[in-house]
């Protein structure tokens, strides 16, 4: 049996090379990222469904919630659908009928988010996102910001009233106004749809850090420097978690689920920036150390 060459030597070396090149291409690092952020609102779903203890937190409000979101999707589609079809139809000829559609589910987004907040649902959220972080082992990011009974069986019984203002996604007419004013986006043949989703869940995704920073006592500038940097994956978890909320009857558990799965997403970039935090504090540590001790 002939001993391998010189070339068969060479070819885990630049298998490795490619590899470590691919892993830090630029292009292919903003699309792992983008793929990462798109895929926790669908881990947020799967992770809210399969706990017992957060269904509660559903079920509460179930029946007046779908209920307001049938009617008002059923009213929507009963009378204002065929009007905007026809007038799509004009430009967009047969395919009018999607732009017509998004269209119709963007006002009822629209009406369906005002209503829910006399549900208390961003409380609602709040709960969802603690919890979660809880199940996550960062119990003591939520600990100075509300009572926590330690005795409780589940993370979601835990919860006791906020110590401090407790608030998921501000709420505030601006939002609308900012829905109102980019739904004539879908007017727009073949882009339009496309170009809406992801204006109005770019913002989404920003705003779904806001209890995360609230919890870790973040200035307005530091957050305006945090969402900065995670500007390119907010785009993408906003996308995702604005489909699903454009989803209807269906938009109030949506709403629980991408809090869940914001909440992990946020989880592990805790994780990662006290992993970073305790590596920079080892070096300096180091540093002192030899500093003093030549």
């Known amino acids: 049996m002939s001993a391998p060459g010189p070339l068969s030597n060479t070819l885990p070396p630049l298998r490795e090379q490619f590899l470590s090149r691919c892993s830090s291409s630029r292009p292919l690092i903003y ?69 017509a559609v998004v269209l119709v589910l963007g006002e009822g987004l629209v009406i369906v988010q005002g209503l829910f907040e006399g549900f208390f649902v961003d409380e609602c959220r709040v709960d969802v996102f603690d919890a979660t972080l809880i199940d996550l082992s960062l119990k003591d990011l939520i600990a100075p910001h509300r009572i926590l009974f330690e005795d409780a069986p589940n993370s979601v019984k835990m919860l ?12 505030s007419t601006i939002q609308i106004v900012e829905l109102v004013f980019f739904l004539p986006l879908n007017l727009i043949p073949y882009v339009g749809t496309f170009v809406f989703i992801i204006i109005t869940g770019t913002r989404l995704g920003k705003l779904s850090h806001h209890r995360w920073f609230q919890l870790r006592g973040l200035s307005k500038a530091a957050q305006k420097d ?53 590596s920079d504090t080892g070096r300096v540590t180091v540093y002192l150390y030899r500093d003093e001790f030549p």
Not at 39 to 68: D, H, M, N, Q
């Open 226 to 278: 945090e969402i900065k940097r995670l500007e390119w994956d907010c785009v993408f978890f906003g996308t995702m978690a604005m489909i699903l909320e454009l989803i209807p009857v269906l938009s109030f558990f949506f709403l629980l689920t991408t809090a869940a799965g914001s909440a992990m997403w946020a989880a592990d970039m805790e994780k990662a920036r006290r992993r970073e935090t305790e």
């Open 160 to 171: 006791g009233k906020p110590t401090s203002p407790a608030c998921f996604n501000p709420w």
């Open 31 to 99: 699309l792992q990222r983008a793929a990462v952020a798109f895929s926790y609102p669908i881990r947020g779903i799967w992770y809210f469904s399969r706990r017992r203890e957060f269904w509660p937190l559903f079920l509460g409000r179930l029946v007046p919630l779908s209920l307001i979101s049938f009617f008002v999707y059923f009213i929507l589609f009963s009378f204002a659908f065929l009007p905007q079809f026809l007038f799509l139809a004009i430009f967009h000829g047969w395919g009018a009928w999607f732009n």
